[in-house]
């Protein structure tokens, strides 16, 4: 069974501070790694995908990839309250995605 | 800007009927892409198709689902003989490349009901 464990939260943030998002997988033959924003009775909508170890940054946003450790994660600088939302962590092993529960974020004025 | 769309937005079916989700790709992906979501619960890849075929299958996606890309636009979802455990949100996605380099595009989603 391959899993993707994210914390369901909420994390609260007020903001401009950095909201911290994280994410552990089993399969250790995953590829990529997916980071998507869904807000409520929404579609998932991609952030931004890594697939090589180390940091990769767009704007305020910085995925960081340690294959070893199986953890990846998302780090939101300058938080918004429109970043308010559930953000969703998806892995792709070889065949098909898998994504986690995701992690509610509320950003606070 | 271009985008995914799903038709319809809702659908409410008796258990034990068919039902037929239409989405319509971006014009020039090549990778299609079904998801669903139960109300709470996270997203469950259910099939990719390209080049007209199947590319993979999720456990979920058994002889009760099938993927049809009738026309160079529409891609649809079919589920034979409807159960309660169908109801969910259903997405559709579309990408220009493979994975693992691909960006997909999600469509708004056809929340589907079965009573």
């Known amino acids: 069974q391959k899993e993707v464990e994210q914390n369901s939260g909420p994390l609260s943030v007020p903001e401009g501070a950095i909201a911290s998002l994280n994410c552990t997988y089993s399969?250790?033959?995953?590829?990529?790694f997916f980071w998507y924003r869904q807000y409520s009775g929404k579609s998932p909508e991609l952030i931004m995908f890594?697939?090589?170890?180390g940091d990769k940054e767009d704007g305020r946003f910085t995925a960081q990839l340690n294959k070893a450790s199986q953890y990846v994660s998302l780090l939101i600088r300058d938080s918004q309250p429109s970043d308010s939302a559930t953000y969703l962590c998806a892995v792709y092993p070889g065949n098909q995605f898998y994504f986690g529960t995701g992690t509610s974020l509320t950003v606070i004025p | 800007e271009p985008e995914v769309t799903q038709t319809p937005s809702h659908q409410v079916t008796q258990m034990g009927q068919e039902v037929i989700l239409r989405c319509v790709p971006i014009s020039n992906h090549l990778y299609f892409y079904w998801y669903r979501q139960i109300l709470g619960q996270k997203v469950e890849f259910l099939v990719s198709?390209?080049?007209?075929?199947?590319?993979?299958k999720s456990e979920i996606f058994d002889d009760q689902f099938s993927v049809e890309r009738p026309d160079g636009s529409n891609f649809t979802l079919k589920i034979r003989s409807t159960k309660l455990e169908d109801s969910a949100m259903y997405f559709c996605?579309?990408?220009?490349?493979?994975?693992?380099?691909?960006?997909?595009?999600f469509g708004p989603g056809t929340r589907l009901t079965v009573l």
């Open positions: 890594i697939y090589s170890n």
């Open positions: 198709f390209y080049n007209n075929e199947i590319s993979e």
């Open positions: 996605a579309s990408s220009d490349e493979a994975v693992p380099y691909n960006e997909q595009f």
């Open positions: 399969d250790r033959g995953s590829q990529s």
